[in-house]
């Protein structure tokens, strides 16, 4: 079974305080691992997709980086506009095709002026 | 990314009664899915739906509890029937992007059983 463990919990910096989230994942092959950003009382908004180890994806003052069992998503001088919960998912290549995401319970990041 | 919208954005109902949320999609999408948000828990899938075929339930869910209709290729519907408190959650259905693998997600429905 497709699992993802992602820690902390919840993270509270301070702005300008860099600092990494990490997704641990077991999946019998993986066809893509997706981070989303998700606000109080919205969806989840689609931040980046990973396909295999070693690739790197950057957008403003985030990383997503890939490893055989892990992703980090390094925040850069984090602003509190960045503040949210962030969702890691992962899709498993599945005899036939499958599109199911297994999610993490997410990281709640704060950040404080 | 697809412009998705759901219908009701939240609700308070009791238990017994039903609920169908309405999802709208502004372009036309093979598959949509519906996941359940869980306080304190993560997405979990619920179903795939394609539009002129029957929904596919993931383990632990069942049609007779979360009928699925699709009848055109931008609209789908889930409704939870008789609720308990248990089903307290935010219900969200999502796309496919372009891409066919990255999937964009709704506003979701916040529903809350007394």
């Known amino acids: 079974e497709d699992q993802v463990t992602q820690s902390p919990e919840a993270l509270r910096l301070q702005e300008g305080e860099s600092s990494s989230l990490n997704c641990s994942y077991t999946v019998s092959g993986l066809r893509g691992l997706f981070w989303y950003r998700q606000d109080p009382g919205k969806g989840p908004e689609f931040l980046f997709t990973?396909?295999?180890a070693g690739e790197e994806k950057e957008k403003e003052r985030l990383k997503a980086t890939l490893t055989k069992k892990e992703s980090f998503l390094h925040i850069t001088a984090p602003k509190p506009e960045d503040s949210a919960t962030y969702l890691c998912a992962v899709q498993a290549i599945l005899t036939g095709g499958g599109n199911k995401l297994t999610f993490g319970t997410g990281t709640q990041l704060k950040v404080e002026l | 990314s697809a412009v998705i919208s759901q219908k009701p954005s939240r609700d308070i109902c009791q238990r017994g009664t039903s609920l169908t949320i309405q999802c709208q999609v502004d372009?036309?999408?093979?598959?949509m899915f519906w996941y359940r948000q869980q306080p304190g828990q993560s997405l979990t899938l619920i179903a795939t739906a394609n539009q002129g075929s029957e929904a596919t339930y993931e383990s632990g869910f069942v049609i007779d509890k979360f009928p699925i209709s699709r009848p055109n290729l931008t609209f789908s519907t889930l409704t939870v029937s008789n609720m308990s408190p248990e089903d307290s959650s935010i219900y969200l259905c999502s796309v496919h992007g372009q891409d066919q693998e990255t999937q964009y997600f709704g506003p979701g429905t916040r529903l809350l059983v007394l």
């Open positions: 372009s036309q999408v093979t598959m």
């Open positions: 990973l396909y295999s």
